[in-house]
């Protein structure tokens, strides 16, 4: 009844979306609203940090990394091992697990761009939070270019190296991920808008 608006963070590009909204208590549900067609585009990839609520693959979301500027180009693999077994005959035999997760690095600069100034600006909170993800135990989320969603951790140290330009710097986040899970039938809200 109090909630004026809610953002949907699990949603993949390309698609169309439509929400039917209504308003509810503990004893009633109001009338049905039907919103306009949405069909996202994000343009970037987007490490989502979320806090558990009860209700089942249904979280809040904490907080946004987003890998958009500088970006290095991002290689993906699935983690399958493959053992090659030689036998008598003139063919190897070839034996797979059973592994079938994404995992791949992530590097992009550290700072925040300001299209009106055209500033780029790091802080030490940025920074300090981006180190903090490593030994963060909360859920983590990954939304690459297509909008894929991808259950994930933190599967290395993280990594930052900075070039310095006179009396300036430039600080570059690089940080390995593993696929931990599955996000079928997962929802990702926030009351409002997050201050990204």
């Not at 109090?2 to 208590?25: E, H, L, M, Q």
């Not at 091992?81 to 030689?86: E, F, G």
């Not at 992530?106 to 925040?112: K, M, N, Q, T, W």
């Not at 490593?134 to 259950?151: E, N, P």
């Amino acid at each position: 009844g109090a909630k004026r608006s809610f953002t949907d963070y699990a949603i993949v590009n390309g698609v169309t979306y439509k929400y039917n909204i209504a308003p509810a208590s503990s004893t009633h549900i109001g009338a049905m609203i039907e919103t306009d067609e949405i069909v996202p585009d994000i343009k970037s990839w987007e490490l989502l940090v979320v806090d558990d609520i009860n209700d089942d693959n249904i979280y809040t979301l904490s907080a946004i990394y987003k890998f958009n500027l500088n970006v290095e180009d991002v290689v993906l693999q699935n983690n399958t091992k493959v053992n090659k077994l030689k036998g008598f005959t003139p063919y190897m035999k070839l034996q797979r697990d059973s592994i079938n997760c994404w995992s791949g690095t992530l590097s992009s600069l550290a700072g925040v761009y300001d299209c009106t100034t055209q500033d780029y600006t790091e802080n030490l909170t940025i920074l300090d939070a981006i180190k903090a993800l490593s030994t963060d135990i909360r859920t983590k989320f990954l939304r690459d270019l297509d909008g894929h969603l991808y259950k994930i951790d933190i599967s290395s140290s993280i990594e930052m190296s900075q070039q310095v330009f006179g009396n300036r710097r430039a600080t570059t986040k690089k940080l390995e991920w593993t696929e931990i899970g599955s996000t079928e039938s997962v929802q990702i809200v926030a009351l409002g808008d997050l201050d990204e």
